[in-house]
């Protein structure tokens, strides 16, 4: 460690507000955001949002700097051209039934490695314009070896990912995406956070005793404008937790930030522009008397949030009102009168899935999916990647609503290729008024080479969630959404008109028994034939070898004494 | 009747003998073969033999001199003699197996017109200049112009001179021994531009014995295909200070142009990051004295560690990684400086990491600064020993000679050439020791490219064609660790020796015991039924 070094490199170094003229502004944003939501069951839900906007073209720039962007995400973006990655980590189901639709469902492992459409920010879903930009590229996804991907995330994501055979591409929507048949139990992914601001919240021994717990990476370019010429890549890294506050409040199903996160905020992040707390609040709107937020919020936020109107206090770490007065904020919410139990509003769309059927051989897969709108009928869009070694009978598939035939307007389906590419089954389905639809197709199991087992094979294989896209009608008609103004929660997806919202649901992961070989077999088998050849071999060796000579009849023996005995008693003239 | 049992019992007992030996030679001439056959691990056949010959490899490193005489350097009669070849071979001693050989090929001639013309003119650079213009000089070739002993081309005190690009001049001298004299000044300058021993021991540090080379000559990045270099901003304190800096500026400026110089060694990419609430992994101390703080000197290894975790893996490539981090130290621990051992704060206030990098502590942020940092001996170019009276041109715009990248070449190249042989020799002992290994026709092929490769560079090495040299011990290294690290290799490594028993032994034992019996019934019997008739006797 010398510490003498020859120097030939300025670099210049300049003060930020001290005002020195910036040789140019910084080109990106951080908003954070945490939304605490009491579910109708008494648990609260808490979603963490850090959104990182970046006005750059990452694809196209020779040399790479990076400031609040992660320099490992931004790498892998520009080096395998890539339009959108997502990526989430869940433990954990949520409960679309009893918690309501969530703000952004993820599965258990899901990598998704979008190619077009970029989300513009007046909202609308708007693909880029050739004129303006160069044609884009043909996509080298997917590579020709799967294991790159998954090692690539894995390195950065510290996770165990396995990725199985190739990537698959849907053909609609979501616009051209390719995703990828992983295993879906993983690991843990660390994520790069500040520790100011909302993240000092973020304390793991609590986060990880919740009922679920999901965290997702999501890449996206957005539209730097209304016409949409450049564009920005946005960066989400999102945490949803699912806190069961109603056993750990002894009954109670008061909450404060520090009992559910043992921290309490203390300042803001000095690297945001935006940092924010939202409380759902809308039931305190209705009656006063029901609930009490402490402290009182200075501003609410009103907007039609799925579907629902919805009330949300706001409290701003930026304000500096807010922290000053008592060096910290511990937000609390206590129910003045404990409200009655009635049965939550059942969401319009919720889907259940299921496998059914008895032995090894054969099974069926069936998905229920629910529309519980009165009097619309609306349609999803359905998608399921089925592992090869389910051998789907695509003859079997029925749909039916209501007891009767549902002919789906489209279906796409891909057959497998064993060992390289799962089923990919495809449908847009329209789903009648108050009706439960059921999609069922049955599969047969297939046999695995022996080292295709995994380490634990009775466990059961994994098959990843069906994916569920719809524009769900809503009850109140929304005003569309302002990108960059509104809310986090609020512009995860487009908003095209008001009368309806956007909503895509995972059902459950399923496990699934396959015919499971006994592994000493192959060694049994060599043992057993070698047996049976060896004694093959010995008598025929023996009828070979062996020299035969005629035995003289010798008197005596013991046999033959016995039986003259016997002789002699029965009267019988002895041998 | 019992004769005829008994030649009957003795016929039986023959014919049984005869199936018995039957047995045995099938199992032995047919199932033998077919098992060993059948059982074997498949072993592409592998250059085991040029393998060991490379061990022993003579690396002749020919550097083509063009020595260029002006009217009044040497003698009339000496210029008579002109043009002739010298060479000048010099073994250089290092502790390795490989012998390396210096060979200077001096090409004597008389200097052309133009170059009469512009070594005569007023000044070194305005001489450059001009000389520059006609012709492309080969990488690793190297000029050198003789001029008249009083020549007011250099200053009086001077008796050489390097230039920036591949060309010296030496004063010349009215002698009788004059080519001699000048001969020798001529290599000393050529050493210093291409060869020199402790080059070639920095390039060869990882494969000379630890105690001879200290860890100085280990601080340049070992060779590969490529770099990445990263410059990190470390803010820990974003609270108090939001700090800028213009690094694209910077890079376009001042790294650019040196890699770009610096191109034919390798790939490089240059990328930054700022990285907030990374901490130094030491407290630094305070000194009431001077109310300032400070970091031991031997606390610096503490420091990279932590700070290590955050700056990332790249996801996007395997190459080597070159961190070079400016650290503004927290508000409450500023100003910062670093001590060395006398106690002293160094000039720089930075230290760098062999190998690693190098991290920078701005002071104090009172005002915009300009720091400064890069260290090019990372990069393996070493500062060179000139010889006495000599005088070096100063810095060029790219802040790299071209004769400094010819030096990094010849460096490299031996050192690839060191690494690949190595590696081929450890992959062949490998295969040599452990028989379970499978060798795929992949691998081999790659191992004999290798070794081809090899060969070649070091034939282009002794040819004096520096480029292609370079260019073929990378195939070299790349294809020898490919092979080393083909996955195949492990497939069949960890099938251990009771499985093969367990699996063997019901068959063998119940076929191979009756026949070994037998074999020695037959024996005994023998043996028996040849003592007899001596007895008899």
Not at chain 1, 23 to 52: C, M, W
Not at chain 1, 264 to 292: F, G, M
Not at chain 2, 131 to 160: K, N, R
Request: glycine share 4%; hydrophobic share 40%; proline share 8%.
């Amino acid at each position: 460690m010398a510490a003498a070094m020859p120097l030939a490199l300025l670099v210049l170094l300049l003060l930020g507000p001290g005002g020195w003229c910036l040789a140019e502004p910084p080109r990106d944003s951080l908003r954070e955001e945490l939304v605490i939501t009491p579910l109708p069951s008494g648990d609260v839900a808490a979603t963490f949002q850090f959104r990182t906007r970046w006005d750059s073209e990452l694809q196209r720039e020779g040399v790479s700097h990076y400031r609040l962007f992660p320099k490992a995400l931004g790498q892998l973006i520009s080096k395998y051209s890539l339009r959108e990655l997502h990526l989430s980590f869940t433990q954990g189901f949520w409960r679309t039934r009893y918690w309501g639709p969530p703000f952004l469902q993820a599965p258990s492992v899901w990598i998704n490695l979008g190619r077009s459409s970029v989300m513009s920010s007046q909202g609308s879903s708007a693909p880029l314009s050739t004129s303006s930009t160069p044609p884009t590229q043909s996509l080298p996804l997917p590579p020709s070896n799967p294991w790159v991907w998954p090692m690539t995330l894995t390195t950065t994501f510290c996770a165990m990912l396995c990725c199985r055979g190739r990537w698959s591409a849907p053909k609609t929507s979501p616009p051209g995406r390719s995703s990828c048949p992983v295993v879906p139990r993983a690991s843990l992914i660390s994520f790069h956070l500040l520790q100011a601001g909302l993240s000092v919240l973020l304390k793991a021994d609590r986060l990880f005793h919740t009922s679920y717990h999901s965290q997702a990476v999501h890449i996206r370019p957005v539209c730097r404008n209304a016409r949409c010429t450049s564009i920005s890549w946005e960066l989400r890294q999102t945490l949803s937790v699912v806190f069961d506050a109603f056993i750990t409040g002894q009954g109670k199903k008061d909450w404060s930030l520090f009992r559910m996160f043992s921290r309490t905020l203390t300042e803001p992040c000095p690297l945001a522009s935006e940092s924010r707390v939202y409380v759902d609040i809308t039931t305190y709107n209705q009656d006063n008397e029901t609930l009490e937020v402490h402290p009182p919020p200075t501003t609410t936020y009103q907007d039609v949030i799925l579907g629902t109107r919805k009330t949300y206090a706001i409290y701003d770490l930026l304000d500096t009102a807010m922290i000053n007065n008592s060096r910290n904020l511990n937000i609390q919410l206590k129910w003045k009168r404990p409200p009655e139990n009635e049965a939550p509003p059942v969401p319009f769309l919720h889907a259940q899935r299921y496998v059914s059927g008895y032995g090894l051989q054969k099974g069926e897969l069936s998905t229920l999916l629910y529309n519980t709108h009165p009097y619309r009928a609306f349609p999803v869009l359905l998608l399921d990647t089925v592992p090869w070694y389910l051998r789907l009978y695509v003859h079997t598939l029925t749909i039916t609503s209501k007891g009767k035939e549902n002919k789906p307007s489209y279906i796409h389906y891909q057959p497998a290729q064993d060992r390289l590419q799962p089923h990919l089954l495809e449908m847009l389905i329209q789903l009648p008024a108050n009706s439960v639809t059921k999609v069922s197709i049955q599969f047969e199991r297939a046999l695995l080479k022996w080292t295709e087992y995994t380490p634990d094979p009775n466990h059961g294989f994994y098959v990843s969630p069906s994916v569920l896209s719809a524009l769900v009608p809503s009850m109140v008609a929304a005003k569309p959404v302002d990108w960059e103004e509104s809310p986090l929660f609020n512009s995860l997806f487009p908003v095209s008109d008001g009368s309806n919202y956007f909503v895509r649901l995972y059902t459950e992961p399923l496990l699934v028994n396959l015919p499971t070989p006994d592994f000493s077999m192959p060694y049994n088998v060599i043992c057993l034939t070698c047996t049976v050849v060896a004694v093959c071999y010995g008598s025929f060796y023996n009828l070979l070898t062996r020299t035969f000579h005629i035995e003289e009849p010798r008197t005596g023996g013991l046999a033959k004494r016995l039986a003259n005995l016997i002789r002699r008693a029965r009267g019988v003239p002895p041998l | 009747m019992a004769a005829a049992g008994a030649a009957a019992t003795h016929l039986e007992v023959a014919r049984g003998k005869r199936a018995a030996l039957f047995f045995a030679a099938v199992a032995i001439v047919l199932g033998l073969p077919l098992w060993w056959k059948t059982t074997e691990t498949y072993r592409a056949s592998l250059p085991y033999s040029q393998i060991s010959g490379l061990n022993a490899l003579q690396l002749r490193l020919m550097v083509p001199v063009t020595v260029v005489f002006t009217r009044e350097s040497v003698p009339l009669d000496d210029q008579e003699k002109l043009p002739f070849t010298v060479v000048h071979e010099r073994e250089i001693p290092l502790k390795y197996k490989m012998k390396i050989k210096c060979r200077f090929q001096k090409a004597y001639r008389r200097a052309l017109d133009h170059e009469e013309e512009a070594l005569s003119s007023g000044s070194v650079q305005e001489a450059e200049a001009m000389l520059d213009e006609p012709q492309e000089q080969a990488e690793g070739s190297l000029t050198v112009y003789v001029i008249s002993e009083h020549s007011s081309l250099l200053p009086q005190d001077m008796m050489s001179y390097i230039g920036p690009k591949r060309t010296a001049v030496v004063r010349g001298i009215m002698h009788r021994e004059a080519f001699n004299i000048i001969g020798r000044r001529i290599v000393q300058v050529a050493q210093a531009m291409s060869l020199t021993e402790d080059v070639l021991a920095a390039a060869l540090a990882d494969h000379l014995p630890e105690d001879k080379w200290s860890a100085e000559k280990r601080r340049p990045l070992k060779s590969s295909l490529g770099y990445e270099i990263t410059f990190s901003l470390l803010n820990p304190d974003p609270k108090s200070h939001d700090v800028y800096w213009d690094i694209e500026g910077a890079v376009r400026r001042y790294v650019q142009p040196f890699l770009n110089a610096l191109g034919a060694a390798g790939n490089f990419s240059v990328d930054s990051q700022i990285l907030y609430y990374a901490m130094l992994g030491v407290n630094p101390r305070f000194d009431s004295a001077s109310s300032s703080y400070y970091l031991d000197m031997h606390s610096l290894p503490h420091v990279i560690n932590p700070v290590e975790s955050r700056l990332g893996s790249s996801a996007a490539s395997l190459y080597p990684v070159l961190n070079f981090l400016l650290y503004v130290p927290e508000l409450a621990h500023s100003p910062l400086y670093i001590q060395d051992k006398d106690g002293a704060p160094v000039a720089t206030n930075a230290f760098h990491s062999p190998r690693w990098g190098g991290i920078m502590v701005i002071v104090t942020l009172r005002r915009p600064q300009s720091p400064c940092f890069w260290d090019r001996l990372l990069f393996g170019i070493a500062q060179p020993q000139l010889p006495p009276k000599c005088l070096l041109s100063g810095p060029t715009s790219e802040g790299l000679m071209t004769w400094e990248l010819d030096r990094l070449l010849w460096a490299r190249s031996v050192e690839n050439l060191a690494t690949a042989t190595t590696t081929l020799t450890s992959l062949a002992q490998l295969l040599g020791k452990i028989s379970n290994i499978v060798i795929k026709d992949d691998v081999a092929s790659e191992v004999y490219k290798a070794v081809a490769a090899v060969q070649k560079s070091a034939e282009e090495l002794a040819s004096g064609h520096l480029a292609s040299a370079f260019v073929a011990s990378q195939e070299a290294v790349t294809s020898s660790e490919l092979a080393f690290f083909d996955p195949s290799l492990l497939h069949l490594l960890y099938f251990p020796d009771d499985q093969k028993f367990a699996i063997y032994i019901p068959l063998f034992l119940p076929m191979a015991v009756p026949i070994l019996l037998s074999l020695v019934k037959i024996f005994l019997e023998t043996r028996k039924s040849w003592r007899k008739p001596e007895k008899t006797d």
